[in-house]
């Protein structure tokens, strides 16, 4: 197999990460719904069901509670699970085997019994879907001790990712965003992983910190593209993991710039923008040129009306005005 780059879409990344990894090794297999429709889960199956056969793609019934928990029971077995769920809205039926269960049994057996199980929620926001299938819930899991977030923003990332979740003996959450499917970018044939807790600079700068995750690293990335005709230098930092967070990149990034801007596709109130601001204050106030700046979700449910959604989501146009007030605040 080449080990050469080529320009791949984000979701075949992820097809081809569960192929690969399920190629080399027969313990992996994969559970949820849809998960032999290209539709239901985004063209990130294609072609598995036929390989590998329905003991180890399981296509099941809607029930995320017994189907998680089928996953997890797996896991603790001896298996390495992948369970899809969709939409990431209705893993709240699987709190159970997800945060009191899989999180705990690694502490609970004193490191004796691991759980390598890879929860893999599909965020789908937009599209006039409303409040019950829009929800970025990473903020959520990022706050369960015993679990790893994981959130890819580019092809290269989808497929690496993938594949450290699954080796990891431990219960990841790996959650994406079906905005993200149709991006292209340079993939490796070979397979290879992407460190878990480390976060990448995409774009060095000296003016301002720019720090995103998921489809928000995407927005940033052009934002910060936009910003450069204006004279303002961003340095853009893509988190990649939520939990554990990659705390040190950031402060020496805001001891260059002292300006930081967060942008997260989740809620500001005790969001994942909230922690980070908590935790750099905590440890790099002394850094801060002006305060912290988050843009996020307003406090309130996703609305059904494609008007109000152009108004409800952070926009490039967002972060642009935030970087620019910040440099005229310290100039």
């Not at 006039?128 to 290269?156: D, N, R």
Request: proline share 5%; hydrophobic share 45%.
């Amino acid at each position: 197999m080449s080990s050469g780059n080529r320009i791949l879409q984000y979701s075949l990344a992820i097809n081809e990460a569960l192929h690969q990894i399920m190629a080399a090794d027969k313990s992996v297999f994969l559970i949820g719904q849809g998960v032999k429709s290209p539709w239901y889960v985004g063209n990130t199956t294609g072609g598995l069901l036929k390989k590998y056969g329905a003991s180890r793609i399981i296509d099941t019934p809607v029930s995320e509670n017994a189907v998680t928990g089928t996953a997890v029971g797996a896991a603790i077995a001896g298996m390495r699970s992948v369970v899809v769920h969709p939409r990431i809205d209705f893993m709240v039926y699987a709190f159970d085997p997800v945060i009191n269960e899989a999180a705990n049994y690694h502490y609970m057996f004193g490191g004796r019994v691991c759980v390598p199980v890879v929860i893999w929620g599909i965020v789908n926001r937009g599209g006039e879907q409303a409040a019950q299938h829009s929800q970025s819930l990473h903020a959520l899991f990022a706050h369960i001790p015993g679990l790893k977030v994981v959130m890819p923003s580019t092809p290269y990332d989808a497929k690496g990712l993938m594949i450290a979740a699954i080796k990891d003996n431990n219960p990841v959450l790996f959650i994406d965003d079906r905005w993200l499917y149709g991006i292209k970018g340079n993939v490796p044939r070979d397979m290879y992983t992407v460190p878990i807790g480390r976060a990448v600079i995409r774009k060095k700068g000296r003016d301002v910190t720019l720090i995103s995750v998921s489809y928000m690293a995407e927005v940033s990335r052009q934002a910060a593209l936009m910003l450069v005709k204006q004279g303002i230098s961003v340095e853009l930092i893509d988190l990649r993991t939520v939990k554990p967070l990659d705390k040190e990149m950031v402060l020496r990034s805001l001891k260059k710039t002292g300006r930081l801007i967060i942008a997260d596709g989740g809620w500001k109130t005790c969001g994942m923008a909230a922690e980070i601001s908590a935790s750099i204050s905590e440890e790099g106030f002394r850094y801060l040129k002006v305060p912290i700046k988050r843009i996020t979700l307003p406090d309130i449910p996703a609305p059904a009306s494609s008007v109000l959604e152009k108004a409800y989501y952070p926009s490039i146009g967002d972060i642009v005005s935030a970087a620019k007030k910040m440099m005229q605040k310290s100039a």
